[in-house]
C-alpha cells in the first residue's frame, strides 16, 4: 500500500483545514487508518484511527471535539477534518495503514504517507 497525504498549510488559529490520505491498491477497505503528527523537536504523536469498517474511531485527548477522523473506502482516501485549530496543532502530519483496530502505537503500523505540513498560526 502507498499513502499520499495532502491538505496541509497556513491557516490562522480558529481556522479550519482537511487532511487528505490517498491509498494505492485494492486492500484500502481492510487496513485500519491512522493519523500522527509530529511537532519541531518533538516525538511523533497518535492524533486519531479509524477501524477498517469506518464504525470505530479513537482520538488523542487534546484533538477531542476538533477533529474528526474519517474514510471513504470507495475512493480509498481517509481523510481528517481539523476545526478550531490552535497553535500547538503545528505539526508535520501523517497518515498510516495497517494495525490493529484503535492502536495508539506508531510502531504497529506498516505502511506511511510523506506526511503534510500544518502551521497554525496566533
Known amino acids: 500500500v502507498q499513502l499520499q497525504a495532502s491538505g496541509g498549510g497556513l491557516v490562522q488559529a480558529g481556522g479550519s483545514l482537511r487532511l487528505s490520505c490517498a491509498a494505492s491498491?485494492?486492500?484500502?477497505?481492510?487496513?485500519?487508518m491512522g493519523w500522527f503528527r509530529q511537532a519541531p523537536g518533538k516525538e511523533r504523536e497518535f492524533v486519531a484511527t479509524?477501524?477498517?469498517?469506518?464504525?470505530?474511531?479513537t482520538y488523542t485527548d487534546s484533538v477531542k471535539g476538533r477533529f474528526t477522523i474519517s474514510r471513504d473506502n470507495a475512493k480509498n482516501t481517509a481523510y481528517l477534518q481539523m476545526n478550531s485549530l490552535k497553535p500547538e496543532d503545528t505539526a508535520v502530519y501523517y497518515c498510516a495503514a495497517d494495525s490493529q483496530d484503535g492502536s495508539k502505537l506508531a510502531a504497529t503500523y506498516n505502511y506511511w504517507g510523506q506526511g503534510t505540513l500544518v502551521t497554525v498560526s496566533s
Open positions: 479509524i477501524s477498517a469498517s469506518g464504525f470505530s474511531t
Open positions: 491498491g485494492r486492500t484500502f477497505r481492510r487496513y485500519t
